[in-house]
């Protein structure tokens, strides 16, 4: 498994960005208010992103050694892989919360403080499950050993010539 790397994050990011400013766009030519997201979600966000890394603690703890007890394989790349989720969620929300922001801060009258602060609170939350993700998912990872092969490696591959 590859780390998640920033292109994805970008991308995903720039996503999210994109639809929170065309969903407040359309919503508010079509008559109707903006949407502002439940003062819940920037919650749920930081307690996911808690939750993630305390899934990834003990992982970690097996792969350096520090504990006796053995953890499923299955169990960890389960684990690496929600981090890796996570972080790509985290980077569309908080792209969708840095949208809506941009919409309402480029109106000509001023947004209420409380969907202000729920927007500003989604896209930093985003951001906090992002760098979560991340840890949760370097957390995950194994050290390389000496005597592990690479794939490509030139004295792995097989020579046309037989020998």
């Given at each position: 498994m590859k780390r998640t790397g920033a292109g994805v994050l970008l991308f995903a990011?720039?996503?999210g960005t994109g639809a929170g400013f065309l969903v407040d766009q359309l919503?508010?030519?079509s008559g109707r208010p903006t949407f502002t997201p439940a003062v819940s979600l920037p919650i749920?966000?930081?307690a996911l992103g808690a939750i993630v890394i305390v899934l990834a603690v003990p992982i970690r703890q097996a792969t350096r050694g520090t504990t006796t007890r053995?953890?499923?394989?299955?169990?960890?790349?389960?684990?690496?892989?929600?981090?890796?989720a996570s972080s790509i969620v985290g980077a569309a929300i908080g792209g969708l919360g840095l949208g809506l922001l941009i919409f309402l801060t480029t109106r000509p009258v001023a947004p209420s403080i409380g969907s202000l602060g729920t927007v500003i609170a989604t896209a930093v939350c985003g951001a906090l499950l992002v760098a979560a993700g991340l840890v949760a998912e370097h957390l995950c990872t194994i050290r390389k050993?000496?005597?592990?092969?690479?794939?490509?490696?030139?004295?792995?591959?097989?020579?046309?010539?037989?020998?």
């Open positions: 990011a720039a996503l919503l508010t030519s749920l966000l930081v053995a953890v499923n394989p299955f169990r960890a790349v389960r684990v690496a892989m929600l981090a890796k050993d000496d005597d592990d092969e690479q794939p490509g490696d030139p004295g792995l591959e097989p020579r046309i010539d037989g020998h």
